[in-house]
C-alpha cells in the first residue's frame, strides 16, 4: 500500500463484477428483508429527544469530567442519563427520562423540583460544588414534532436527490441512485435496532450523513458509466464493469476516510456522540459495498437497464462534453 500518493486499491483493476450481479442481487433481497424483520421486531428505543423528560443545566466551580457525572448519576439511580458539556467543561446540560406521568400543575413543579435537587445531590461533591442554573420538563409533543421533522428532512433529501440526479444525469440513474441510498439507509437502521443503540437527534444526522454520502458516492460511478457509455465501443456489461473498476480506487479511499475519521470521533468524542460515529462507521461500510455491488447492477435489470441510446449526450451536453481535456 503507497501513502504519497495514496493507494489502497491498485488504479487498473480488471475484476469481473458483474459476473456476479444475480448473486449480488439476491443477497441484497435477502439482507433487505432480513433487515426489515429485525427493524419490524426489535423496534427502537427512542432517547429524550423524542420521548420528552426532564432536562437540567449545571454549572460547576471547576472543569468537571461528563463521564464521571454519567456514572455518578447512574449509581444514584438515573438510568439512561444523557449529559453532555458546553461552554466549557463547567457546564453541563443533563437530560432526564420521564418517571411516570407529569403534572402541569403545582405538583409537577414540586417533581420537578424534587428531581432537581436528587441531581444535585448526586454529582456536586465538596471539592466541586454544583449549582443548578436551569430545570424544566420537556413534554412528548415536542419529541413528535421531532420525529415529524427528522422524516421530513429524509423526504426532502430523497426527492431533492431524485430532481438533481434525474436533471443532472438520467431518470433511471435517479431512481436506482435513491433505491440504493434508502436501502443503506435501512440496514444502517437495522443494526442500530439490533446492537439496541439508543435512536437521537445524533444517530438520526448520522443517518442523514450516510444517505447524503451514499448518494455521492453513486453519483461518482454514474458519472463514470455515463462517459463510458458515450466514449466506449464494448458491451454494455463490460462498459459497467470497467466503470465500476476505474472507480474502485477512488470508492474504497473515500470510505476508509470517513470510517478513520468516525473512528476518531467514536474513541475520543464521548458517550454522547457513540451513536453518530458508529452510525457512521457502519454506514461507510454498507456504502462501499452498496455503490459497487448493488447500484451499477441495478443498471441491468427490468425498466432500470440502460443502453447507449439512453445516455447519448443531449444537445445542451454537447458543447459542454467538447470542452473536457
Given at each position: 500500500m503507497k501513502l504519497f500518493p495514496l493507494h489502497i486499491l491498485p488504479n487498473d483493476t480488471k475484476i469481473d463484477f458483474m459476473r456476479w450481479r444475480h448473486v449480488a442481487m439476491a443477497v441484497t433481497i435477502a439482507v433487505f428483508l432480513a433487515s426489515v424483520a429485525i427493524i419490524g421486531v426489535k423496534g427502537f428505543t427512542f432517547a429524550l429527544d423524542f420521548t420528552g423528560g426532564t432536562l437540567i443545566e449545571a454549572r460547576f466551580?471547576?472543569?468537571?469530567?461528563?463521564?464521571?457525572?454519567?456514572?455518578?448519576?447512574?449509581?444514584?439511580?438515573?438510568?439512561?442519563?444523557?449529559?453532555?458539556?458546553?461552554?466549557?467543561?463547567t457546564d453541563?446540560?443533563?437530560?432526564?427520562?420521564?418517571?411516570?406521568?407529569h403534572d402541569p400543575g403545582a405538583e409537577g413543579?414540586?417533581?420537578?423540583?424534587?428531581?432537581?435537587?436528587?441531581?444535585?445531590?448526586?454529582?456536586?461533591?465538596?471539592?466541586?460544588?454544583?449549582?443548578i442554573l436551569r430545570n424544566e420538563y420537556v413534554g412528548p409533543q415536542i419529541g413528535k414534532d421531532l420525529a415529524l421533522n427528522g422524516l421530513y428532512a429524509t423526504i426532502f433529501m430523497l426527492a431533492g436527490f431524485l430532481i438533481y440526479i434525474g436533471f443532472r444525469f438520467e431518470w433511471k440513474f435517479a431512481v436506482t441512485a435513491s433505491i440504493v441510498a434508502l436501502f443503506d439507509l435501512l440496514v444502517t437502521l437495522a443494526y442500530m435496532s439490533l446492537m439496541g443503540r439508543e435512536f437521537d437527534l445524533?444517530?438520526?444526522?448520522?443517518?442523514?450523513?450516510?444517505?447524503?454520502?451514499?448518494?455521492?458516492?453513486?453519483?461518482?460511478?454514474?458519472d463514470r458509466v455515463r462517459e463510458n457509455f458515450r466514449s466506449l465501443r464494448v458491451e454494455p456489461l463490460e462498459v459497467l464493469n470497467?466503470?465500476?473498476?476505474?472507480?474502485?480506487?477512488?470508492?474504497?479511499?473515500?470510505?476508509?476516510?470517513?470510517?478513520?475519521?468516525?473512528?476518531?470521533?467514536?474513541?475520543?468524542?464521548?458517550?454522547?456522540?457513540?451513536?453518530?460515529?458508529?452510525?457512521?462507521?457502519?454506514?461507510?461500510?454498507i456504502v462501499v459495498v452498496s455503490?459497487?455491488?448493488?447500484?451499477?447492477?441495478?443498471?441491468?435489470?427490468?425498466f432500470l437497464r440502460v443502453s447507449k441510446q439512453d445516455l447519448l449526450p443531449k444537445a445542451k451536453d454537447v458543447e459542454a462534453m467538447a470542452r473536457r481535456p
Open positions: 466551580d471547576k472543569q468537571v469530567d461528563v463521564e464521571q457525572v454519567r456514572s455518578k448519576l447512574e449509581s444514584n439511580g438515573f438510568e439512561n442519563a444523557q449529559v453532555q458539556s458546553f461552554g466549557g467543561n453541563l446540560l443533563i437530560r432526564l427520562a420521564p418517571h411516570g406521568a413543579a414540586a417533581q420537578d423540583k424534587a428531581t432537581g435537587d436528587a441531581v444535585l445531590k448526586a454529582i456536586t461533591t465538596a471539592e466541586n460544588p454544583a449549582t445524533n444517530l438520526l444526522a448520522g443517518l442523514l450523513s450516510v444517505m447524503g454520502f451514499a448518494i455521492n458516492d453513486i453519483i461518482v460511478v454514474f470497467r466503470s465500476i473498476n476505474q472507480t474502485l480506487s477512488r470508492t474504497v479511499i473515500t470510505a476508509v476516510m470517513f470510517f478513520l475519521s468516525a473512528l476518531a470521533l467514536y474513541m475520543y468524542g464521548g458517550a454522547s456522540l457513540e451513536g453518530l460515529a458508529e452510525t457512521h462507521m457502519i454506514g461507510a461500510v455503490s459497487i455491488l448493488v447500484a451499477v447492477p441495478m443498471l441491468t435489470i427490468g
